[in-house]
Nanobody, 130 residues
Framework: VQLVESGGGSVQAGESLRLSCTAS????????VGWYRQAPGNECELVSIISRDGQTVYGDSVKGRFTISQDNPKNTVYLQMNSLKPEDTSTYYC?????????????????????????WGKGTLVTISS
């Protein structure tokens, strides 16, 4: 199984970026899939997730600015990020699968089984300048 993120980069505050995550060896359909992020020295935190029944959840800090969506024929999940702020600067990780309770944030590095997701990408860096 491989999850590959793309779309990261450096932009100024107020601008937008769209992240993509494409899976191979795994089908997003009927699986939970989403995004976490972690900046150096900070917690790994949930940004957004689509549950197995299609419900979406957003972290408090991104509500109203970020939108998660899923294209099942392309086996791709997107994260549209608008009105970006310097505090959004982080490495963003795509994660999928899992049936254990979801952990929304923690001090362990993103990618740890602790968060309840089976598969993780290597991350894409997003840098927002003021």
């Amino acid at each position: 199984v491989q999850l590959v993120e793309s779309g990261g980069g450096s932009v100024q505050a107020g601008e937008s970026l769209r992240l993509s995550c494409t899976a191979s060896g795994f089908t997003f359909d009927n699986s939970r899939v989403g995004w976490y992020r972690q900046a150096p020295g900070n917690e790994c935190e949930l940004v957004s997730i689509i549950s197995r029944d299609g419900q979406t959840v957003y972290g408090d800090s991104v509500k109203g600015r970020f939108t998660i969506s899923q294209d099942n024929p392309k086996n791709t999940v997107y994260l549209q990020m608008n009105s970006l702020k310097p505090e959004d600067t982080s490495t963003y990780y795509c994660a999928a699968g899992g049936h254990l309770n979801l952990v929304l944030a923690g001090t362990r590095v993103c990618g740890d089984w602790y968060y309840g997701m089976d598969y993780w990408g290597k991350g894409t860096l997003v840098t927002i300048s003021s």
